[in-house]
């Protein structure tokens, strides 16, 4: 089993930054894909970004150049940078990690206000 918690999130001004974090825990034998989604009220989640073990990442066309995704392995931490935020971007953040399985955090509320 592996734990995920994700914190960082907060209320923000359109134009302002935010720093996600993600922490795993429990049993930690090999994470591969980490990734962030995000889901506002009415709407399916959808993906943000994602990156590999060995750092190769992948955005959402809405968030890039915006978001910036990375990652600490000894640490069995992910990020999500956040710049120039935009109200379109309130979204409860969910993290999550895939290890034999895929695993899920609890999510963080971001709200950015106009």
């Known amino acids: 089993q592996v734990q995920l918690v994700e914190s960082g999130g907060g209320l923000v001004q359109a134009g302002g930054s935010l720093r996600l974090s993600c922490v795993a825990s429990?049993?930690?034998?090999?994470?591969?894909?980490m990734g962030w989604y995000r889901q506002a009220p009415g709407n399916e989640r959808e993906l943000v970004a994602t990156?590999?073990?060995?750092?190769?990442?992948y955005y959402a066309d809405s968030v890039k150049g915006r978001f910036t995704i990375s990652r600490e392995n000894a640490k069995n931490t992910v990020y999500l940078q956040m710049n120039s935020l935009k109200p379109d971007d309130t979204a409860v953040y969910y993290c999550?990690?895939?290890?034999?399985?895929?695993?899920w955090g609890q999510g963080t509320q971001v709200t950015v206000s106009s």
């Open positions: 990156i590999t073990r060995g750092g190769s990442t």
């Open positions: 429990g049993i930690i034998l090999n994470i591969q894909d």
């Open positions: 999550n990690a895939y290890q034999k399985l895929v695993y």
